[in-house]
């Protein structure tokens, strides 16, 4: 029907001809379209006008956005960790200003603006709309208001508002588990919901803040108000409330907060504390800390690369990022997983002589003590500290079995806490080895993983959880900080928090005789731990341990063993929980300066246990908690806190 | 070498020379266009609050945009057909490189040259015609299926990366200026049937596509009161404003809407609105006459011109145009979605204005251009 060769039979005056038509039609239909238009205005401007008259005329109502009041977070007891208290900042309607340089210059005369206040004014006017009102400065002090006050008719566009900021009336206290709310800025506006933020400035940067972000924040609402000819509000016709973010309960008791991180006393190092009966965390230190408060309005740049450089990282979360060896405290969960895998029975004996090879080679490691510690059976393993005995189990065991049981405690991944940044840390296995590595396993690395050392690193939350995770009989629960939400004033509402894991113990008897083994580190005078539990009325479990930090490549640590020089070597660990026979605590204690774990973290562990046991006295300690998963706290319970240095 | 620079150095001097003092303009164009820039500065200076830091802004863009309108007429046709193919993939590309790293508030448009910044969106409102011009240009006309398969292709591409930045209106207007291209090189009426059925079928496709803020608009359009905060206040307000002016207006400098601060954007996307309010129907009629006289006088250039390219070109430049008004003026009288289209050389900012001149630089220089052959 049509030549090949199209190109050929191009007819220019037809296609002229073409187009004069269709340019015809088209203006036509243009023509057309202007008409509708014109019809629509017609109806507005005609039609209705009077209507639109009145409305004109009576148009002194003007929306305005209520920002929801964020939800407050409390410890278990109805202790204030984030509050919101009331003061004003300086916005502006760009809009309304004509030169803004110039308005910054002569506002700047009146209230003082860092560079930073307005970088950040500026950025963010750039990306809003311009009738929106931007915040210029907050927190003013009553100084800066008052000279405002008086400046005011200079600067059309620009008010004094009142808002809510956030405060953290603990401080250091809780900086790494609550954590802090930060300005809005460029990269949130990207990723918030435009509706749901306006009005809004800080939204939760890290921690419990960060995390439960979407249930802190609330829903915005708006009121209707008259304004006169000069757009100042005369009156309020109309209230939409927000809807306050939802108040969150920690389970943490800020009494044992604290006794924790004053016994550390200031060294660097990590401590968790779970309820093993249902993964509610009651404790969780990183020391050193920071003041969260410093974050909230912007931190100044010279306060910042102070804590940015410090040496001991007070910004680095250990209890969650952190990761460590973790030494001999892997010692009774391996213990467990020989007995319940069924290479071993509680009364099986090893022969300790002081120095270990591997089968055939000449890889040799040593026991702690020299000569070795003779004939003993698991519940001596542990409580000496048996370095051969868990060589042995790990070898018998191999390293598929050994890291599938170790990976059930939740060691190598996050553990799942209602926190963000959680490490992963490193559970030793052959898939592991290979992906970083790209080398074939050696049976020496499994020797080695059995007391805890090679390619093992765990956070002392992991350690925790682990620790929890034994104490409960076997029940893998998930830790959780959040244990309750409250909208407004009602009734907190606890949250659930099932396990989320089949249980480890198959065989009660197998889980006494572990538990043996850790009450006699503390009790037994042989044990590594003895005197950690003197004075204690309910019997703990413990286990020490003590991570080397550096492969031993010289002598020099056999001839210079003073405190100082071991501590800048070793990690200290201490795991415990009490009471044995029916835990109720879970603790991991790591010094990252210790010597030794029992002597340096032992003590930590026992001081968090004294501050736990206190807050048992009501109920009196002889009778059991009322179960805290169904229970809920007072809401505004008096603080109980103890504020006494 | 040196001769070559120097060579070119005196037609650079001779092309000035050319542009000063013999502008090759179509007159009644020229008028059409300074009349409109008087009326919307006019009204910017009205709905400015009297502030005449916009107002000099706005006028400096028109000055940028009239030289480089005096400037491209200078350039022949030919020409700018050669330079098609190229103008249409570096814009293109200019767009990838914004999606892959783009800046802006929400909607990632901007491209950041240090100097300044500017939408690349932009420049396919020019580009986009040209290069559909082009490609129809060596084709016998009317398209057959094949060429208008080519050039949908051609218009989705561009399009359709616009649409996700998300600037559904660039996006619309880019796709028009194309479509009207294909338009007015005959594409016969059945298949506009059948494409717009085709369109049609597809709105419940893009629907599921959207971005949630672009169905509240649509929304919202149907239940202002729904969205009290946001675009529905925006239609509230702004049919307030159309709608109290009546037939005559309240007078310029009367609009208590934007003087009051009720209408947001009274002097960007919706300054149509306070200029409806001061003006009444009577302005309103009037502005679109000059609209509609400056969109004919587009396509009576484009019936003149020789070839197939300019022809087209010219023809979808003055079209597109169209596109702004009716989509802007019914976005301000509530008939259709909020979408971030201005009314062209009324509202203030925007590259807009200076690509706007540009495109019409290119019909004037059809225009000058018609007696020759190609």
Same mark, same amino acid.
């Given at each position: 029907?049509?030549?090949?060769?199209?190109?050929?039979?191009?007819?220019?005056?037809?296609?002229?001809?073409?187009?004069?038509?269709?340019?015809?039609?088209?203006?036509?239909?243009?023509?057309?379209?202007?008409?509708?238009?014109?019809?629509?205005y017609?109806?507005l401007q005609? =039609?209705?006008?009077?209507?639109f008259v009145?409305r004109s005329?009576?148009n002194?109502?003007?929306?305005?956005?209520?920002?929801?009041?964020?939800?407050?977070?409390?410890?278990?007891?109805?202790?204030?960790?984030?509050?919101?208290?009331?003061?004003?900042?300086?916005?502006?309607?760009?809009?309304?200003?004509?030169?803004?340089?110039?308005?910054?210059?002569?506002?700047?005369?009146?209230?003082?603006?860092?560079?930073?206040?307005?970088?950040?004014?500026? %950025?963010?006017?750039?990306?809003?709309?311009?009738?929106?009102?931007?915040?210029?400065?907050?927190?003013?002090?009553?100084?800066?208001?008052?000279?405002?006050?008086?400046?005011?008719?200079?600067?059309?566009?620009?008010?004094?508002?009142?808002?809510?900021? *956030?405060?953290?009336?603990?401080?250091?206290?809780?900086?790494?588990?609550?954590?802090?709310?930060?300005?809005?800025?460029?990269?949130?506006?990207?990723?918030?919901?435009?509706?749901?933020?306006?009005? @809004?400035?800080?939204?939760?940067?890290?921690?419990?803040?960060?995390?439960?972000?979407?249930?802190?924040?609330?829903?915005?609402?708006?009121?209707?108000?008259?304004?006169?000819?000069?757009?100042?509000?005369?009156?309020?016709?109309?209230?939409?409330?927000?809807?306050?973010?939802?108040?969150?309960?920690?389970?943490?008791?800020?009494?044992?907060?604290?006794?924790?991180?004053?016994?550390?006393?200031? *060294?660097?190092?990590?401590?968790?504390?779970?309820?093993?009966?249902?993964?509610?965390?009651?404790?969780?230190?990183?020391?050193?800390?920071?003041?969260?408060?410093?974050?909230?309005?912007?931190?100044?740049?010279?306060?910042?690369?102070?804590?940015?450089?410090?040496?001991?990282?007070?910004?680095?979360?250990?209890?969650?990022?952190?990761?460590?060896?973790?030494?001999?405290?892997?010692?009774?969960?391996?213990?467990?997983?020989?007995?319940?895998?069924?290479?071993?029975?509680?009364?099986?004996?090893?022969?300790?002589?002081?120095?270990?090879?591997?089968?055939?080679?000449?890889?040799?490691?040593?026991?702690?003590?020299?000569?070795?510690?003779?004939?003993?059976?698991?519940?001596?393993?542990?409580?000496?500290?048996?370095?051969?005995?868990?060589?042995?189990?790990?070898?018998?065991?191999?390293?598929?079995?050994?890291?599938?049981?170790?990976?059930?405690?939740?060691?190598?991944?996050?553990?799942?806490?209602?926190?963000?940044?959680?490490?992963?840390?490193?559970?030793?296995?052959? =898939?592991?080895?290979?992906?970083?590595?790209?080398?074939?396993?050696?049976?020496? /690395?499994?020797?080695?993983?059995?007391?805890?050392?090679?390619?093992?690193?765990?956070?002392?939350?992991?350690?925790?959880?682990?620790?929890?995770?034994?104490?409960?009989?076997?029940?893998?629960?998930?830790?959780?900080?959040?244990?309750?939400?409250?909208?407004?004033?009602?009734?907190?509402?606890?949250?659930?928090?099932?396990?989320?894991?089949?249980?480890?113990?198959?065989?009660?008897?197998?889980?006494?005789?572990?538990? /043996?083994?850790?009450?006699?580190?503390?009790?037994?005078?042989?044990?590594?731990?003895?005197?950690?539990?003197?004075?204690?009325?309910?019997?703990?479990?413990?286990?020490?341990?003590?991570?080397?930090?550096?492969?031993?490549?010289?002598?020099?640590?056999?001839?210079? %063993?003073?405190?100082?020089?071991?501590?800048?070597?070793?990690?200290?660990?201490?795991?415990?929980?009490?009471?044995? /026979?029916?835990?109720?605590?879970?603790?991991?204690?790591?010094?990252?300066?210790?010597?030794?774990?029992?002597?340096?973290?032992?003590?930590?562990?026992?001081?968090?246990?004294?501050?736990?046991?206190?807050?048992?006295?009501?109920?009196?300690?002889? @009778?059991?908690?009322?179960?805290?998963?169904?229970?809920?706290?007072?809401?505004?319970?008096?603080?109980?806190?103890?504020?006494?240095? | 070498?040196?001769?070559?620079?120097?060579?070119?150095?005196?037609?650079?001097?001779?092309?000035?020379?050319?542009?000063?003092?013999?502008?090759?303009?179509?007159?009644?164009?020229?008028?059409?266009?300074?009349?409109?820039?008087?009326?919307?500065?006019?009204?910017?200076?009205?709905a400015?609050?009297?502030?005449?830091?916009?107002?000099?802004?706005?006028?400096?863009?028109?000055?940028?945009?009239?030289?480089?309108?005096?400037?491209?007429?200078?350039?022949?046709?030919?020409?700018?057909?050669?330079?098609?193919?190229?103008?249409?993939?570096?814009?293109?590309?200019?767009?990838?490189?914004?999606?892959?790293?783009?800046?802006?508030?929400?909607?990632?448009?901007?491209?950041?040259?240090?100097?300044?910044?500017?939408?690349?969106?932009?420049?396919?409102?020019?580009?986009?015609?040209?290069?559909?011009?082009?490609?129809?240009?060596?084709?016998?006309?009317?398209?057959?299926?094949?060429?208008?398969?080519?050039?949908?292709?051609?218009?989705?591409?561009?399009?359709?990366?616009?649409?996700?930045?998300?600037?559904?209106?660039?996006?619309?207007?880019?796709?028009?200026?194309?479509?009207?291209?294909?338009?007015?090189?005959?594409?016969?009426?059945?298949?506009?049937?059948?494409?717009?059925?085709?369109?049609?079928?597809?709105?419940?496709?893009?629907?599921?596509?959207?971005?949630?803020?672009?169905?509240?608009?649509?929304?919202?359009?149907?239940?202002?009161?729904?969205?009290?905060?946001?675009?529905?206040?925006h239609i509230i307000q702004s049919q307030i404003a159309v709608g109290s002016g009546g037939?005559?207006g309240k007078?310029?400098?009367h609009s208590t809407q934007a003087r009051l601060?009720f209408l947001p954007?009274h002097?960007?996307?919706f300054i149509f609105a306070v200029f409806s309010e001061e003006f009444g129907?009577?302005?309103?009629?009037?502005?679109?006459?000059?609209?509609?006289?400056?969109?004919?006088?587009?396509?009576?250039?484009?019936?003149?011109?020789?070839?197939?390219?300019?022809?087209?070109?010219?023809?979808?430049?003055?079209?597109?145009?169209?596109?702004?008004?009716?989509?802007?003026?019914?976005?301000v009288a509530g008939?259709?979605?909020?979408?971030?289209?201005?009314?062209?050389?009324?509202?203030?900012?925007?590259?807009?204005?200076?690509?706007?001149?540009?495109?019409?630089?290119?019909?004037?220089?059809?225009?000058?251009?018609?007696?020759?052959?190609?």
């Open positions: 029907m049509k030549q090949p060769r199209r190109r050929s039979i191009k007819d220019n005056r037809s296609e002229s001809a073409l187009f004069r038509r269709r340019a015809l039609t088209g203006f036509a239909l243009i023509l057309l379209g202007l008409c509708a238009l014109v019809g629509r017609v109806f005609v =039609a209705r006008h009077d209507e009145t005329v009576n002194r109502v003007k929306p305005r956005v209520l920002p929801p009041p964020r939800g407050l977070v409390y410890d278990r007891n109805g202790v204030l960790l984030a509050d919101n208290v009331p003061a004003f900042r300086l916005e502006v309607v760009p809009e309304q200003v004509k030169d803004m340089k110039g308005l910054l210059h002569q506002l700047g005369m009146v209230v003082p603006l860092s560079q930073d206040d307005i970088d950040t004014f500026l %950025k963010q006017v750039k990306q809003s709309r311009r009738f929106d009102s931007v915040p210029l400065k907050l927190h003013l002090t009553e100084d800066e208001i008052d000279r405002f006050a008086i400046n005011r008719w200079r600067f059309p566009g620009v008010d004094v508002v009142p808002y809510l900021t *956030r405060n953290y009336p603990q401080g250091e206290l809780f900086a790494h588990v609550v954590g802090y709310v930060g300005r809005i800025d460029a990269d949130d506006l990207k990723k918030l919901d435009e509706a749901s933020y306006k009005g @809004t400035t800080h939204v939760g940067r890290i921690g419990i803040e960060r995390s439960y972000e979407s249930v802190l924040h609330g829903t915005p609402g708006y009121e209707l108000d008259e304004v006169n000819a000069n757009g100042r509000v005369q009156r309020v016709l109309e209230t939409h409330a927000p809807v306050p973010g939802k108040n969150l309960y920690l389970s943490i008791d800020a009494r044992i907060q604290k006794a924790a991180e004053k016994a550390f006393d200031g *060294r660097p190092g990590a401590a968790v504390a779970i309820d093993p009966r249902n993964g509610q965390v009651l404790a969780m230190v990183s020391v050193p800390s920071f003041d969260p408060n410093l974050f909230i309005d912007g931190i100044s740049r010279a306060d910042y690369h102070a804590l940015l450089y410090a040496p001991d990282k007070p910004l680095f979360n250990r209890a969650v990022s952190g990761v460590y060896p973790p030494g001999s405290t892997v010692k009774p969960l391996l213990a467990l997983g020989g007995l319940e895998l069924g290479l071993r029975t509680p009364e099986d004996t090893v022969l300790s002589t002081g120095t270990f090879c591997l089968p055939g080679t000449t890889f040799c490691r040593r026991d702690d003590r020299r000569g070795g510690f003779g004939t003993v059976n698991l519940r001596q393993a542990i409580m000496w500290s048996v370095n051969t005995y868990f060589y042995k189990l790990a070898l018998d065991m191999g390293i598929d079995r050994f890291s599938a049981w170790m990976g059930r405690f939740g060691f190598g991944r996050p553990t799942g806490i209602d926190l963000d940044n959680e490490a992963a840390g490193v559970l030793p296995s052959p =898939a592991w080895k290979a992906r970083n590595y790209k080398q074939a396993w050696y049976p020496g /690395e499994t020797m080695i993983a059995g007391i805890g050392q090679g390619y093992w690193a765990v956070t002392p939350l992991q350690l925790a959880h682990a620790v929890a995770t034994l104490a409960g009989h076997g029940t893998p629960y998930a830790p959780r900080l959040v244990m309750a939400e409250q909208s407004g004033t009602a009734e907190p509402v606890p949250l659930s928090n099932p396990p989320d894991g089949p249980p480890l113990v198959s065989n009660p008897a197998h889980w006494k005789a572990v538990e /043996e083994g850790m009450q006699m580190v503390v009790n037994d005078p042989r044990g590594t731990g003895y005197g950690l539990g003197k004075g204690f009325p309910y019997t703990i479990a413990g286990k020490s341990g003590t991570a080397e930090r550096y492969s031993r490549t010289t002598d020099a640590y056999n001839t210079n %063993k003073n405190l100082a020089y071991l501590a800048s070597r070793h990690r200290a660990w201490f795991e415990a929980f009490a009471p044995a /026979e029916d835990p109720r605590i879970a603790v991991a204690v790591v010094l990252e300066a210790g010597a030794w774990g029992a002597s340096d973290a032992g003590p930590i562990a026992r001081r968090i246990l004294d501050a736990w046991l206190a807050t048992q006295k009501d109920p009196p300690p002889d @009778t059991p908690l009322p179960d805290v998963r169904t229970s809920a706290p007072p809401p505004g319970a008096p603080p109980p806190v103890d504020n006494t240095p | 070498m040196i001769d070559q620079i120097d060579a070119l150095k005196a037609r650079l001097r001779r092309l000035l020379a050319r542009v000063l003092t013999r502008p090759r303009i179509d007159l009644p164009l020229a008028g059409g266009l300074l009349l409109l820039a008087c009326v919307g500065l006019a009204t910017l200076y009205s400015g609050d009297g502030g005449l830091s916009l107002v000099g802004g706005q006028a400096g863009r028109f000055l940028l945009g009239g030289a480089l309108l005096l400037l491209v007429s200078r350039i022949p046709p030919s020409s700018l057909r050669n330079w098609t193919p190229w103008l249409y993939a570096g814009s293109t590309f200019l767009l990838l490189v914004v999606a892959v790293l783009g800046e802006g508030r929400g909607a990632d448009r901007w491209l950041d040259l240090g100097v300044m910044r500017f939408q690349p969106s932009e420049l396919l409102k020019l580009t986009m015609p040209m290069m559909v011009a082009w490609y129809l240009h060596a084709r016998p006309l009317p398209p057959s299926w094949k060429d208008m398969a080519a050039v949908g292709a051609l218009i989705a591409l561009p399009a359709v990366l616009i649409a996700k930045q998300p600037d559904l209106g660039t996006a619309l207007l880019v796709a028009a200026a194309g479509a009207f291209a294909l338009f007015l090189a005959g594409m016969g009426w059945w298949r506009i049937g059948g494409l717009l059925v085709a369109v049609g079928a597809m709105v419940p496709v893009a629907w599921h596509f959207m971005h949630q803020y672009q169905r509240d608009r649509v929304l919202t359009l149907i239940n202002p009161e729904s969205d009290p905060l946001g675009n529905g206040w037939m005559f007078g310029y400098g601060d954007e002097t960007t996307d129907l009577v302005g309103v009629c009037l502005l679109l006459a000059l609209y509609a006289f400056i969109i004919g006088r587009c396509l009576w250039i484009a019936m003149q011109a020789r070839d197939t390219y300019s022809r087209l070109l010219a023809g979808a430049i003055g079209m597109s145009f169209f596109v702004y008004v009716f989509v802007n003026g019914g976005m008939m259709l979605p909020v979408v971030g289209v201005p009314m062209p050389m009324v509202s203030y900012g925007g590259t807009s204005a200076v690509s706007l001149l540009v495109g019409f630089g290119v019909v004037m220089s059809i225009h000058a251009h018609r007696k020759m052959h190609d």
